[in-house]
């Protein structure tokens, strides 16, 4: 120790020095380079914000926001346009009840299934494979929805629905939501820690009392972020609805009738000749300021529920 | 209280010698004979035949890792919980042989209740943590007079009292532990099996604890497992000394005797090294 000492002595000072302030620099450059990368994104999001309200306001320069809300009728693309955006927005609420009603239960029984039943090596490959399902590109899905769920339903079941309807798109769209909220809610339930369950069952609770009372409340928290991110998926879903649900804007609550959703006008209006800057083209802007703040204040009460009721373990 | 074990029924019970609505003060016994426990091809514990008395306290020591905790949880099948864990020989409670084909081990755990290392309340009210397994179980009673008595038993009574709606986390480690003794005592089981229960509480709440013990020998066999040995000595009727000779070997009972004997003047060497602390 004593020889060490003496041997670096004066030269050792120096060294410290030296690589101190290279350490720093290095330190420093490293953390510019990750801030640098958050704030693109955070940028990106508010430069998309920025243009979708400058376009929004040019639009209600010249429709009333009241009509926008309250008007039954949307015309876009008419001589003597209409905009109520209560039309839209019902083919959107439609075709993502449809598509919740058929996630959730299947996606939860699905996740509880894999997280509480399944062995381990069963687990291993069933669950990769389910998210397999989330990378299928949504034009399959939407053509799985007209060519193959459509006449399916119409050849047995329902005969009257129409080619184009909100039923099939909304139960295609159910299926691609469920790896969603399986994969999510399994990682909520999973996490659920061994020792809660082996407490239940010291109880003599059964597996299926422990799985449905202790572990499910237990994960509450994350099986509800689950739902709503599946829920956003289906209002941002864009491919499946403009290829099957028929792209009639229509107010109507019934599933077997061709509907629009907001995602399948924007797609309309983008993929026309529509000229830039005309009423038509500053409609798409409007109706997604309106998309946008609804997944905004999905997220924002899925944040807020998931804090509120997390449960500690 | 009597009612409460007058409408259980159940294994190993003899119901015809008692009158039913006996007030319940002798639990049954237990019983193992060439129990070896298995991670699977793992074989943990090997060979134990222990008899666990009626309504006395049994204490489990030895170094880690020798399967007390593994021996243990065999007592409520607990064990064959973890993927591909299972146990051979018998496992007797009274005089029926908890292991036998057609025992549901959900029964079993009826019977048997369970206090782990580490207090593992529901996220779930106070309340509702100790009613839970009264009410899995069947019991139809007056749920806020069970709560009460369950409470007051594991001594917790005095300090939740004001704040049964609140959530069992708000409590501290060492109340946790005795809310999770209560959630066991309400079920009223025979045995009452205990994986050191104290060893992650601070002095305090291990006294409580300890002091709980005497009462609970009362109503109930108890099992525990620790890792302090003034612990065992203070609070133990018999003591089982687990050790494991060789690296690799299963653990086995090395010695099983009244806890003073076992203290005082036990019959082998590495028993004696261990009580008196050369080792462990």
Known sequence: ?313 | MSEVSGERSGIGRDQGDQPSPAPKTEALGMKTENLSAFYGAFKAVTDVDMEIRPNKVTALIGPSGCGKSTFIRCLNRMHEVVPNAYAEGCVKLGDRDIYARDTDPVTVRRRIGMVFQKPNPFSKSIYENVAWGARINGYRGDMDELVERSLKRAALWDEVKDKLKKSGFDLSGGQQQRLVIARTLAVEPEVILMDEPASALDPVSTQKIEDTMAELKERYTVVIVTHNMQQAARISDYTGFFYIEHMNDPGRLWEFDETDKIFSSPNRKETEDYVTGRFG
């Open chain 1, 1 to 313: 120790m004593a020889v060490n000492a003496e041997q670096r002595g004066p030269s050792g000072e120096g060294m410290w020095q030296r690589e101190s302030r290279a350490r720093h620099f290095r330190e420093r450059a490293i953390k510019i380079v990750l801030a640098a990368c958050a704030y693109v994104s955070v940028l990106t999001t508010f430069g998309i914000v920025f243009v979708l309200l400058f376009e929004t306001v040019n639009f209600f320069r010249e429709v009333s926001i009241v009509e926008f809300f309250t008007s039954t009728t949307w015309s876009a693309a008419f001589a003597n346009p209409q905009f109520g955006i209560l039309v839209l927005a019902s083919g959107t609420l439609l075709t993502t009840l449809i598509a919740i009603a058929v996630a959730l239960p299947v996606g939860l029984l699905a996740a509880i299934f894999l997280s509480e039943y399944a062995s381990p090596g069963l687990r291993r490959w069933l669950k990769p494979a389910l998210e397999i399902l989330a990378g299928v590109p949504t034009i399959v899905y939407g053509y799985f929805a007209l060519t193959f769920v459509t006449p399916l339903l119409r050849e047995t079941i329902l005969p009257s629905m129409t080619i184009f309807n909100a039923l099939s798109a909304g139960l295609v769209m159910g299926v691609m939501i469920i790896p969603t909220i399986a994969s999510v809610s399994e990682d909520a339930i999973h996490a659920v820690p061994r020792s809660l369950r082996e407490g239940a069952y010291a109880l003599g609770a059964t597996k299926r009392e422990t799985a449905t009372r202790i572990v499910l409340p237990a994960a509450l928290s994350g099986i509800v972020a689950a739902t709503i991110l599946g829920i956003s998926r289906a209002v941002g879903e864009t491919m499946i609805v403009a290829v099957a649900a028929g792209n009639l804007a229509q107010l109507t609550a019934n599933p077997l009738e061709s509907v629009q959703t907001m995602t399948a006008f924007i797609v309309q209006v983008a993929s026309g000749d529509t000229p830039t800057g005309s009423l038509t083209y500053n409609t798409i802007f409007a109706v997604g300021s309106t998309l946008f703040v609804m997944t905004l204040i999905l997220n924002i009460v899925s944040y807020v529920f998931v804090r509120r009721f997390r449960e500690a373990y």
